[in-house]
């Protein structure tokens, strides 16, 4: 389990808005789990997530942006699906990007990082759920053994991998303009597959 406290500590030692870059970043790679749910089911807003995490960016971006992230909380909290109204897996992953979006706005709105960092752990354990639940046939007889197929699938893996990418990557950014965005953007089109290994058909 070192790497992942590594890459979180690593995404604490940033400053507020590169924490905030990271995160943003990360949400794309969970948006097409909530969009793919709400499209099967036919419940929820598809469209709505992407209007949030566009307007985030253009928080990020765009200084003096007046945006209202309590109302856009609200509008969030009304199409996230109650787990216990469906029997299917992929309703995990779609309460897990509703929820590590509202954690986005609400660091955006008190002004805590720490709230960024709960998107990158967020995103960690959706795939660490979707690990388990391939697993449940498996022949696993402790937490421990659990963990360490958790830890060591190749999913996990890459997710990890992709934490601390983009740690680097915003590292030396001291502001972000729309160039930046764009990079930042740009890396998940490049990596073709949300967080949990569907391919991107379409990020924009």
């Known amino acids: 389990m070192k790497q992942k406290a590594n890459n979180f500590q690593a995404m604490r030692e940033l400053n507020f808005y590169q924490q905030a870059a990271v995160a943003a970043t990360l949400l794309e790679r969970m948006l097409p789990n909530y969009q793919l749910f709400a499209e099967v089911t036919q419940t929820g807003d598809a469209e709505l997530p992407r209007h949030i995490l ?32 469906f029997d299917i897996f992929g309703v995990y992953p779609a309460v897990d990007c509703a929820t590590a979006l509202d954690m986005m706005l609400s660091g955006i709105a008190q002004q805590d990082a ?6 990158a752990k967020i995103s960690q354990a959706t795939v660490a759920r979707l690990i388990e639940h391939d697993s ?15 830890r060591e699938h190749p999913l996990m893996q890459y997710e990890m991998d992709c934490l601390a ?13 729309r160039e930046e965005r764009q990079m930042l953007q740009n890396w998940v089109k490049e990596q073709g597959l949300t967080n949990l290994g569907m391919e991107l058909n379409n990020t924009d």
């Not at 720490?114 to 998107?119: D, G, L």
């Not at 990418?165 to 303009?177: R, S």
Request: net charge negative.
């Open 165 to 177: 990418e983009l740690i680097e990557l915003v590292t030396p950014v001291k502001q972000f303009g």
């Open 136 to 150: 449940i046939d498996d022949d696993i007889t402790t937490e421990a053994e659990l963990k360490k197929i958790v």
């Open 114 to 119: 720490a709230e960024f960092i709960n998107v």
């Open 54 to 85: 566009t307007l985030v960016w253009e928080w990020l971006t765009v200084k003096k942006a007046k945006i209202n992230f309590e109302k856009l909380s609200e509008e969030l909290d009304a199409i996230t699906p109650e787990l216990s109204d």
